[in-house]
């Protein structure tokens, strides 16, 4: 059983800076393509940034030059580095795991992230 577990989220200011951490557990970390998505009220989930398993990143226009994906296999974990927060970053944030052969996906339970003063 795949499972990923978000953390890192919280209230911040903006300009503020947030760093999400997603730890997956249950399978080889390394066959996943990683991504984080967004869900804010009333929206749709949109793809905030992904990382595939051979390190290839790719961000969505509004997070460019703000946002930094990572991913430490040896931790089996994927990180959101987020700076220049915005109140339009509010969102929900979730970490998504995509396995490379088969496709099959599996989700985190979500992160609160706020950014308000």
């Known amino acids: 059983q795949v499972q990923l577990v978000e953390s890192g989220g919280g209230l911040v200011q903006p300009g503020g800076s947030l760093r999400l951490s997603c730890v997956v557990s249950g399978s080889i970390f390394r066959l996943y393509h990683m991504g984080w998505y967004r869900q804010a009220p009333g929206k749709q989930r949109d793809l905030v940034a992904s990382?595939?398993?051979?390190?290839?990143?790719n961000y969505a226009d509004s997070v460019k030059g703000r946002f930094t994906i990572s991913r430490d296999n040896a931790k089996t974990t994927v990180y959101l580095q987020m700076n220049s927060l915005k109140p339009e970053d509010t969102a929900v944030y979730y970490c998504?795991?995509?396995?490379?052969?088969?496709?099959?996906?599996?989700w985190g339970q979500g992160t609160q992230v706020t950014v308000s003063s």
């Open positions: 998504n795991a995509k396995r490379v052969v088969g496709g099959l996906n599996y």
């Open positions: 990382i595939t398993n051979l390190g290839n990143t």
